[in-house]
Nanobody, 125 residues
Framework: QVQLVESGGGLVQAGGSLRLSCVAS????????LGWFRQLPGRQREFVAA????????GYADSVKGRFTVSRDNAKNTVYLQMNNLKPDDTALYYC??????????????????WGQGTQVTVSS
C-alpha cells in the first residue's frame, strides 16, 4: 500500500508557473507508474500527464503538451509536475496517482489504485 500527498498548488496569474509535488510513503515509488489528473466540480477526472516506472516513457494531454513536464525522483520518493505558462483553463483540483499494473502508464483513472487527496490550482486571468 502506498500513500500519496500532493503539495504546491496555489493561486497564480495567467502565464505564471507552479510546481506540484507528490510524496509517497509506505512503498517505494519506483515500483509504480505515476500519473497526474485534474478535476473540476461536477466533471470527470481528466488525464494531465504520466510517467512510467522507469521514467523512460512519459505522456501528456494535448492541452498541456509543451507547457507541463512530469518527472520523478525515486530517491526522494517524489513525483513532480512542473507547470509553465499557466492558463485559466488549467484551474482545477490536481491529483497524483500510482499504478502497479501494466508495462507503462495509462490515461485511464481507474487503472490507478492509489490516489492523493489533491491540491488546488487556481489561475487568474
Amino acid at each position: 500500500q502506498v500513500q500519496l500527498v500532493e503539495s504546491g498548488g496555489g493561486l497564480v496569474q495567467a502565464g505564471g508557473s507552479l510546481r506540484l509535488s507528490c510524496v509517497a510513503s509506505g512503498r517505494t515509488l519506483g515500483s509504480y507508474h505515476l500519473g497526474w489528473f485534474r478535476q473540476l466540480p461536477g466533471r470527470q477526472r481528466e488525464f494531465v500527464a504520466a510517467l512510467s516506472r522507469n521514467a523512460g516513457d512519459a505522456g501528456y494531454a494535448d492541452s498541456v503538451k509543451g507547457r507541463f513536464t512530469v518527472s520523478r525522483d525515486n530517491a526522494k520518493n517524489t513525483v513532480y509536475l512542473q507547470m509553465n505558462n499557466l492558463k485559466p483553463d488549467d484551474t482545477a483540483l490536481y491529483y497524483c496517482a500510482a499504478s502497479a499494473y501494466g508495462s507503462t502508464w495509462s490515461r485511464i483513472p481507474s487503472v490507478y489504485g492509489f490516489w492523493g487527496q489533491g491540491t488546488q490550482v487556481t489561475v487568474s486571468s
